[in-house]
């Protein structure tokens, strides 16, 4: 479950790398964000230095260390004859407005703006992941569930939207703060600013080492949600075997296993995180002291009037807020790296191969299969044994066998869903591997054991893909030669009633008539049927086979049966036992030369 649980710093350096190489279309509003950050925290320091402004007016100490705000008041209002106390009642309050006002534009701007950028960044992340998705290779998929796919694309793309957006907002807010406050520590005595250095080192030490742990947990907890949403997704989609055969109780413990998991995986970063902020408030609390101690010096104190004394310890005091939300931030920052590793890693899935190259209008549909053998990745036996055949434009060819004798397979590799081991097919007289996969793709129509259904109209479930600007008539009459014609008409509203998921309120004898329909609109030179018409009742499946049988002349047309009286008339029957074609010929011979065929034939089914 835990695949990978390194923390190295160079692959940390790739990762901000590549993350800000999303963040570069978006520079100038970040520019702008930055900036309205830069005016926050300025205005935050220039807050602190107001205070020496109000007590030095008080009238002790020259006017000369009145501070930055006074200096700047003095310069676009000049007081004149006025006393110190009377200009300072007036000029401080203004200034207090107007730096407050100044602060929460900049606040509203760097985070609103730094909004802009995170969202744009997870809703690229999230579209290039579906795209990769959409791209990958049928392994991929072979090796992945559904729910953990899922779950990176909305937990795992909102985790890293976590760390792009709420971490870095506050950490340049907060940082930005830090960064002024200390420069203006600096700037008013900077003997006293030391102590903060002294502790600074210890602070670093906690994050670092804060943040290691919460790496880890954080890819455990990614990994868990996968584990929650695949649960959940098989479960859900399950209803009547889990009621039937009393699978909830089995499902309930995994689910609770997997929820668990992810429970105590948080609860280990909360942990990790609550005790993190204390002992860094410890930390500055020991600063905090020692300043107190030093600033009551008096060969400190000499040269320090009262009012930039306060200015001082309230912006010592005011580095605590900062720090603490920032130590706060490394649990996102960190579950974000997490999930942009994962994220990034699944982005570098290759897509399907192709290195065709050869354009295809519409094929002949001249196929040779020659000593085709294929082995699944990670399967012990060979699912097809030097397989040689071919199919004519115009000929229909049926393949017989057992379950599991790699009928399917074989259309999987004739549709170059895998590449086969050895051996080769061509089309046309050229290895498939050499034309476009697009252009190859398109010169087959299927129709699988398993009919997908999309929640769209009936009409669009037909006209599907390429297929969508298909004619109303060609739709119906695609929909007749189906024979699905009559439960549509049967339905609310029709060709344009809406499916349900997976065409839920379909039998399944009406989905595989969709499927079919489908595949008839495509008018493709290559029909591939596997098992097309097992969830029709006899009569519907030599109906559908007559319209199937109908049509354009030069199709070439595999036919993958489950009852072998649906294919007596094929031009050649191939009988495949274990990935090895046991005979072949016409239904008579096969019938007077296997035996295997002839017992299957007297069952009525392949599955003999
Ligand atoms: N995705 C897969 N990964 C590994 N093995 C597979 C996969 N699909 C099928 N197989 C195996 O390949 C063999 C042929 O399967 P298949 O072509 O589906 O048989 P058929 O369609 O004739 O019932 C079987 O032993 C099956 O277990
Ligand atoms: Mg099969």
Known sequence: MIDSEKTNGQGDLVLYKRLLGYVVPHTLVFVVSVAGFLIYSLGNVLLADLTQFLLDSLGESTPVSLGLVASAAHWVWPPGDKGALDYARLAVPIAALVLSFGRAMGYFVGNYFMNIVARSVIHTLRTELFGTLMRAPKAYYDKHSTGTLISKLTFNVEQVSGAASDALKVILREGLTIVALVSYMLYLNWKLSLIFFAVAPAIGLVVVIVGRHFRRYSRRIQDSMGSVTQVSGESLGAFDVLRIFGGESNQIKRFDNASFFNRNQSLK??????????????????????????????????????????????????????????????????????????????????????????????????????????????????????????????????????????????????????????????????????????????????????????????????????????????????????????????LPAGLDTVLGDQGAGLSGGQRQRLAIARALLKKAPVLILDEATSALDGESERAVQEALEAGPDQRATLVIAHRLSTIENADRIILLDQGQILAQGSHQELLATSALYASMYRQGTTEG
């Open 269 to 490: 970063l909360a942990l990790v995180e609550a005790i993190s902020t204390p002992v860094i408030q410890t930390l500055l609390a020991f600063a905090l002291g020692a300043l107190f101690w030093f600033s009551l010096d008096p060969t400190i104190l000499a040269g320090f009037s009262a009012g930039s004394l306060v200015a001082f310890i309230t912006a010592a005091a005011q580095l605590g807020k900062p720090v603490k939300t920032l130590s706060g931030i490394q649990s996102i920052v960190q579950r974000g790296l997490a999930a942009a590793e994962d994220v990034f890693a699944q982005l570098d899935t290759p897509s399907e191969v192709d290195r065709g190259t050869t354009p295809m209008g519409r094929a002949r549909g001249f196929i040779e299969i020659e000593n085709l053998s294929f082995r699944y990745p990670g399967a012990e036996t060979q699912a097809l044994k030097n397989v040689s055949f071919q199919i004519a434009p115009g000929e229909t060819v049926a393949l017989v066998g057992r379950s599991g004798s790699g009928k399917s397979t074989l259309a999987q590799l004739l549709l170059r869903f895998y590449a086969p081991d050895a051996g080769e097919i061509r089309l046309d007289d050229l290895i498939i591997d050499e034309y476009r996969l697009r252009d190859y793709r398109r010169q087959f129509a299927v129709v699988s054991q398993a009919v997908e259904l999309f929640s769209d109209t009936v009409r669009n479930n037909i006209a599907f893909g390429s297929l969508s600007d298909a004619s109303y008539d060609d739709v119906i009459d695609a929909a007749r030669c189906a024979h699905a014609m009559e439960f549509i008409e049967r």
